[in-house]
């Protein structure tokens, strides 16, 4: 990450793709193979979400930060987390909130 910022060259260059999961056997289909995965879909970068609830897709759920989304393919707010442009009395989540720190770890100690 650090040359590629640094412009010098790399084997690799740091990106991260998600292919839905539905696509990816089209896309082997189109190809007849699916060693394109590997180029694309490698874990160049490392990242797990963080900031929004599981649930059931189109399913309208509060995140952590108090606003009222609609889950689905793009997950769109119906309720913001604020009803006054104010921070006052705001309860910011804290971070174990925000992401399974157990999750990450688990995931981490597994790529070394």
Known sequence: ???????????????WIH???????????????DAW???????HIFGMGCGWPNG????????????????????HLVEPALKKPTLNGYRWPEPEELVDVNAFRSAM???Q
């Open 1 to 15: 990450m650090l040359a590629t910022i640094r412009f010098e060259k790399t084997d690799k260059i740091p990106l």
């Open 37 to 43: 995965r590997e180029k694309i879909m490698g874990s």
């Open 56 to 75: 059931v897709p189109d399913e309208i759920v509060r995140d952590q930060f108090g606003a009222v989304v609609q889950l689905g393919n793009i997950p």
């Open 109 to 111: 100690e597994a790529r």
């Open 19 to 33: 292919v839905d999961g539905e696509l990816a056997p089209r896309i082997d289909q189109y190809y007849g193979t």
